[in-house]
């Protein structure tokens, strides 16, 4: 009975190790008067973190949204965890996801805020960035985990970004995405925004 189940148990886990898991399309109600989408990439056991809507003059730090980073990395092919697309164009660096065989990377698509500062802080998961971008670098993380940046999104534009792993140490990048083709124009990255208590 215990080598049946096993044996069944084996190949369970082989066959969904062996798909790659198809994009997911979410629906939603995007108002790009006010605001902007960006697509963030994570891990089972890295994440991103975005930060939106801070606004520090109305006691607002912001909202934050993790990508990736669960513990449960051994049950990933179980649980699937995939991607989710809000209509964003495919990129470099999204059909990276698929070409390249990174089944632990996934990228998730969010509906945030124009207008205000957004913190982004993103490891390195295996994408490697195309271009040359302004970056925020942090020295000697183990886990190629970036220093936080934030920028400024624009209402209706596009975003991506990327952890990115460099000799001196790791950085985030954004970089504005192209509606039509897809390519990516790199975005001032600047320190984080933080709320202090006066």
């Known amino acids: 009975m215990k080598r ?3 044996t069944s148990f084996v190949a369970l886990l082989l066959s969904a190790c062996s798909g790659y898991e198809p994009v997911l399309d979410e629906m939603t109600d995007y108002r790009p008067e006010t605001e902007a989408r960006v697509r963030l990439f994570g891990q089972n056991s890295k994440a991103s973190v975005l930060t939106s809507a801070i606004d520090c003059a109305a006691g607002k730090k912001g909202e934050n949204t993790v990508v990736g980073g669960s513990a449960g990395g051994f049950w990933q ?5 995939r991607s989710h697309t809000l209509g964003i164009t ?7 996801i698929r070409g390249r065989g990174l089944r632990n990377t996934f990228f998730r698509e969010l509906e945030i805020p124009a ?6 802080q993103a490891p390195f998961t295996g994408v490697s960035a195309q271009y040359v971008a302004e970056e925020i670098i942090t020295l000697g993380e183990g886990t190629c985990n970036s220093s936080k940046g934030s920028f400024i999104p624009e209402s209706g534009k596009d975003y991506e970004v990327i952890g990115l792993n460099r000799k001196k140490g790791c950085g985030v990048a954004v970089f504005e995405v192209d509606k039509k083709s897809g390519a990516l124009t790199p975005v001032p990255v600047a320190g984080p925004v933080s709320c ?3």
């Not at 495919?90 to 990276?96: G, L, P, V, W, Y």
Request: glycine content about 8%; cysteine-free; proline content about 8%.
């Open 196 to 198: 202090l208590r006066r």
């Open 4 to 6: 049946v189940f096993l």
């Open 90 to 96: 495919a990129t470099e660096h999204s059909r990276q």
């Open 77 to 81: 092919p179980l649980t699937g965890m």
């Open 115 to 120: 207008g205000m500062p957004v913190n982004v």
